[in-house]
């Protein structure tokens, strides 16, 4: 088989991804603003799309490693990964049509609304001690704290299988517990850090829980949540403060980001003693399409192992509907690292939003799905930013939907189909509102947006 890879097809994809690009700018949207469409563009196109083009010239050790080498399973992979963004900006142009809108316009539109620093933090206390409480009983059907084995003598399989037992081999329903700690903790922390920014007095207050909320987020040893938690606070000192990023300060950030990583994984993983050089080519592939090297392993399954799944790998929640639910992700899994499964160590493979589509419906829908999601993204982007007030709440929410759809990176479509995190932080949201003492103006004036 030769496995040289075809240029002029990877040139091809390269002018698919840069057509959706320019097509989105044309449309008015800007990349280095605080919007939901723009980030995922710009945050999916800095990984999924430069791991997929790795991936495809062999670059990526991991996928070298794993074997993934097909040519034609490659090909796949890389269009699917460029077509992306051709079909998400064209999603949010036809809503941009709908509501004659953009989202340059949106923000701009929310930045002119009067600024107020009202805040009422007594609900944010009993909320974020609440969800203290919950972790506790997580934590106490775990049997430990997965967090404290850096200080253990724990590697290579144990440290698998005692992940394993906190997250996808738990005892109960680990997703919702995770509600509390993954998504409504950096809701509450964006919204105090937001407050802080405006009233230096809630400093204190919103140290400790950006801290609290880091400590909950690094407890199952995974990496992603807390980077996309730092980004979050990074997007929320953007929307406070009228910021947009130059491109100095976003290589800042990702390097920054990229040091993070490195020291997660040096001290998560164990690799005291592996060559640092290797520590930060190992980053580099899990950072740079760690999450699309798996849908390699979900075209290579999906339907030459076993047929399409047609809907019953989505969520099926409170058993509404007449199926049981397949877990697409342990499913991968297992069938790409047997080894493991077999010793009772369950796994997970996600990859970007459309794996799931792919592995239920097969490729049609699959890009359907991509047109429709950027429909939904930008429709979201312009509700929230015409509805919301520029308060410590509403600009919380804000940066926590930018940060919730960039999950669809490396999460399934039924992070929006079946969208629980999106609902109970709406709920907790308009608790918040109703207790927040009334909405006063603090400037009349609209405020222009500004480059840092």
């Known amino acids: 088989m030769d496995l040289t890879p075809n240029f002029g097809f990877a040139f091809l994809c390269a002018l698919i991804a840069l057509s959706g690009i320019l097509i989105y700018r044309a449309n008015g949207g800007k990349f280095f603003e605080p919007t939901i469409p723009s980030f995922f563009l710009l945050f999916y196109s800095a990984t999924t799309l430069v791991g997929a083009f790795l991936m495809f010239f062999h670059l990526n050790q991991g996928a070298q490693g794993r074997g993934q080498t097909h040519p034609q399973v490659l090909q796949d992979v890389l269009l699917a990964s460029s077509t992306t963004i051709l ?7 036809i809503a941009n049509l709908l509501f004659q809108t953009n989202s340059h316009k949106d923000i701009e539109k929310f930045q002119a609304n009067n600024l107020s620093s009202s805040f009422n933090i007594y609900p944010l206390i009993i909320i974020g001690i609440l969800c203290l409480v919950i972790f506790i009983i997580y934590v106490s059907n775990v049997g430990g704290i997965p967090l404290l084995s850096i200080f253990q003598n724990l590697k290579g399989i144990d440290l698998a299988r005692l992940r394993s037992d906190a997250t996808n081999n738990f005892e109960g329903k680990f997703h919702r517990f995770s509600l509390f700690f993954h998504h409504v903790m950096p809701f509450l922390s964006f919204s105090i850090f937001a407050a802080s920014i405006l009233n230096r007095k809630l400093k204190p ?10 400590l909950l987020l690094l407890n ?8 996309l938690f730092v980004v979050g606070l990074v997007i929320t000192w953007m929307i406070a403060r009228v910021k947009t990023f130059r491109f100095q300060a976003l ?7 990229f040091g993070l990583a490195i020291i997660l994984k040096y001290f998560f993983m164990k690799m005291s003693d592996t060559p640092l050089i290797d520590v930060f080519l190992s980053t580099v592939d899990r950072i740079v399409g760690g999450q699309i ?11 030459h192992v076993r047929p399409f799944l047609m809907g019953r790998g989505l969520a099926n929640p409170g058993g509404l509907l007449p199926h049981d639910p397949v877990s697409i992700t342990v499913e991968i899994s297992g069938y790409s690292m047997p ?10 493979s996600p990859t970007a939003f459309f794996g799931t589509i792919y592995a239920n419906f097969g490729w049609p829908l699959t890009y359907f799905g991509m047109l429709a999601t950027g429909f939904y993204m930008q429709t979201v982007n312009t509700l929230a930013f015409r509805m919301l007030p520029r308060d410590p709440l509403g600009m ?6 930018v940060v919730h759809f960039a999950r669809l990176t490396d999460t399934g479509i039924e992070l929006i189909i079946f969208d629980t995190p999106l609902a109970t932080v709406l709920l907790i949201y308009m608790v918040m509102r109703k207790l927040t003492p009334s909405w006063q103006s603090e400037s009349s004036s609209p405020t222009i947006m500004k480059s840092s």
């Open 205 to 214: 207050l919103a140290i400790g829980f950006l801290c609290l909320n880091a």
């Open 220 to 227: 199952d040893l995974a990496k992603a949540p807390l980077l």
């Open 396 to 401: 919380g929410l804000v940066a926590w939907l």
């Open 339 to 348: 080894h493991l499964f077999r010793i009772g160590i369950v796994g997970s």
């Open 293 to 303: 090297v798996d849908f390699y392993h979900y075209i290579d399954y999906y339907p």
């Open 87 to 93: 079909l998400v900006a064209l999603g949010c142009i």
């Open 251 to 257: 290589a800042m950030g990702a390097g920054l980001l």
